[in-house]
């Protein structure tokens, strides 16, 4: 029988976010155009904070993947980054974003851009995964600009002063380089009031996502993997500083006036993993027809970097970004998962394994196994990926999740 | 009046007349085909010819919320699991083999679903991977049995690809494979993919299409795996278990 459609609660920060964000396109396409400001491109979990405080604008690669991927264009692109040589097998943000690049489009055309601005430089961070390299690789050779690594180890265990030492000295070597390209030197107090920035900005986005500790919760993973554009893309600047108080007095009012993120929350579940971009909505609509909110995920968490510290700027720098979930070991990894379960209240896990993400697929080594023989809490595993919708097979997913929370309801 | 159970599957539709002491007494089978109405349509008349049908309808599979007809839908998953308790009442995993999907559930001593996995990214060791080597090899799924039967030993299939199997296998012909060998390591290999889903712990029950119709493959299955059973037209059990589910709720 059909039955009622259920709405997701809509947010109205949605509105300051689209200002935010048109806001910062501009200031972009403007230094793209003018020049008054010098580019960097910068991996999402790159050191933005120190190109922020040397005066550069900051354009992030991957938020322009998700945006092909959201706006349904990455299956466009994605061939003909693989006709030029690129495997279908590795991260399909960099397929599709160098395929668009190669028919020279982008959907940042909307916003005045006549293609992605020209980087000055390029600067990543191994932190995620290695393919970042060879992705700013094909700009740095295509604009015959100069490019820089942080070559972060994978697999972190635990975070020994070594490792640390050794990621805050490739910060610092970073420093003359830049200084070469950038219209301002070096200054050790702007960086930290950048980094004093960013730590405000990233506690506000963890205070933003633990609303969702509240039964029931303000907010779904739906929602906060578009509402996390700021801390990706602004982070150590005042406007995600200023958008995120936004957010956050939202969702607080919420709570306030126990007004649920989905109709009528009897499941709560945990998103492990990469959102499928091109079904963002089609599933926030699935779960909430289901009355199952999913209320917090590995993906949104990786932008809470609570280590930040002014007062040691670099070395605080390395701890935070050495210390993201993806760049962990599966036993950090569990210990992770294991209190966010516990805080968030958590009713079933999905395991998103997306074919081009192996980073960020965390049940390809048995963690899944391991953490349920812990907490018993079920889990699920879907095959996807994060922008090539060819590796998803909706049918199939859609009856796996609503059996799966069927199996949930059988057990409350 | 009667009960109607219709599992829309990928490839086929399967239906189950049920009587009121919930006993299947009427079994029918029809292509999906592209549309799901015409196809559930098909089982209805031909239960309704003889019968006075209860509505709604109980539904599971692709299709199970598409119909023009009243029903009530249910996961396959759920239908499946409750019906393979109702028929052996015990703790067990099941393997269910059909058109393109090969599921793995295992069920918990009060009946209920306590995990089940799906094939991923691919539908090798499916009913599809059968149909397409049949075709290719111009052989009719109805042959493959007694081909099999005359195996004097396996040969391995390894390629993932269905497609690339078929010239795998045209490999293997160059290089003197017989057909009942080749076919009996399809088989196994249909098995291979099944069992890759979870390690075999209860008592196993093999259910779908592939092993109604391929009776070699449970034969292979009790071999590897001796406490193993597959309930006769084991391919209407999620229909059945629709009616069943449907029952306890009161729908």
């Known amino acids: ?412 | 009046m009667y009960k109607i159970g219709i599992d829309l599957g990928s490839s086929f539709t399967k239906g189950v007349l049920v009587d009121d002491n919930n006993n299947i007494i009427d079994y029918h089978l029809t292509r999906t085909g592209f549309d799901f109405n015409k196809a559930a349509q098909k089982i209805i008349d031909k239960f309704s010819a003889d019968h006075e049908i209860q509505y709604p309808v109980y539904t599971c599979g692709y299709g199970r919320e598409e119909l023009k007809i009243p029903f009530a839908s249910n996961s396959e998953i759920i239908a499946l699991a409750n019906a393979v308790f109702k028929h052996y009442n015990k703790k067990c995993s099941i393997i269910d083999i059909g058109g393109q999907d090969t599921k793995y559930v295992t069920v918990s001593e009060s009946g209920q679903v306590d995990k089940f996995k799906m094939n991923r990214k691919c539908a090798a060791g499916t009913g599809s991977f059968i149909e397409e080597i049949a075709f290719r090899l111009d052989i009719s799924v109805e042959e493959f049995t007694s081909l099999a039967k005359q195996a004097t030993e396996e040969t391995k299939i390894n390629s993932y690809c269905t497609v690339f199997a078929v010239s795998e296998i045209v490999g293997m012909i160059k290089k003197g494979s017989t057909m009942p060998n080749i076919i009996l390591g399809i088989y196994n290999s249909v098995i291979d993919r099944s069992v890759e889903l979870s390690p075999i712990e209860d008592f196993l029950v093999i259910t779908g299409g592939i092993p109604d119709n391929h009776p070699l493959i449970v034969n292979l299955f009790k071999k590897r795996f001796p406490n193993c059973d597959s309930p006769e037209k084991s391919q209407f059990m999620a229909a059945y278990g629709c009616v069943l589910l449907n029952l306890e709720n009161n729908i």
């Open chain 1, 1 to 412: 029988m059909s039955e009622e459609i259920k709405e997701v609660a809509k947010l109205q920060s949605v509105n300051a976010l689209r200002k935010t964000m048109d806001e910062y396109f501009l200031r972009l396409s403007t230094a793209a155009e003018t020049g008054n400001k010098k580019i960097a491109w910068c991996t999402s979990v790159g050191p933005a904070e120190l190109l922020y405080s040397m005066g550069f604008e900051v354009y992030f690669p991957e938020n322009h993947g998700a945006m092909l991927g959201a706006s349904k264009l990455a299956d466009k692109y994605i061939p003909t980054a693989v006709a030029h040589g690129y495997s279908p097998d590795i991260c399909s943000y960099l397929t599709a974003d160098i395929g668009a690049f190669l028919q020279n489009e982008t959907p940042l055309q909307k916003n005045g851009f006549k293609s992605v601005p020209k980087p000055d430089i390029l600067v990543y961070n191994t932190n995620q995964c290695h393919e970042v390299g060879d992705w700013f690789m094909y700009y740095a050779k295509h604009f015959n600009v100069p490019i820089l690594g942080v070559n972060t180890p994978l697999w972190i265990n635990e975070l020994t002063p070594s490792i640390i030492n050794g990621i805050a000295n490739q910060f610092k070597d970073l420093v003359p380089e830049l200084e070469k390209v950038a219209i301002q030197k070096f200054d050790l107090e702007k960086f930290r009031e950048t980094v004093h920035l960013s730590h405000e900005g990233c506690v506000l986005w963890r205070k933003v996502l633990e609303t969702a500790k509240h039964k029931p919760s303000p907010i779904n993973f739906f929602d906060s993997a578009i509402h996390m554009g700021p801390i990706v893309v602004m982070r150590g600047t005042q406007y995600a500083v200023d958008y995120y108080k936004i957010l956050l007095t939202e969702l607080e009012e919420r709570i306030k006036n126990n007004i649920s993120s989905i109709p009528n929350e009897k499941l709560r579940l945990y998103w492990d993993g990469m959102p499928l971009w091109y079904k963002l909505s089609s599933m926030s609509k699935l779960f909430a027809h289901h009355d199952t909110c999913v209320v917090a995920s590995t993906y949104c968490n990786s932008w809470v970097f609570d280590d930040l510290d002014p007062k040691d700027p670099f070395e605080s720098s390395a701890i935070a970004y050495c210390k993201l979930f993806i760049v962990r070991s599966d036993d950090a990894k569990q210990n992770v998962l294991e209190k966010l379960m516990t805080d968030f209240s958590i009713d079933g896990i999905i395991y998103h394994d997306a074919k081009t993400c192996a980073r960020n697929s965390n049940n390809r080594f048995g963690l899944q196994n391991r953490l349920n023989e812990k907490n018993k809490i079920p889990y699920l595993e879907i095959n996807g990926d994060l922008c090539d919708s060819r590796c998803y097979s909706e049918e199939q997913s859609i009856i796996a999740i609503e059996t799966f929370i069927k199996q949930l309801s059988t057990r409350k």
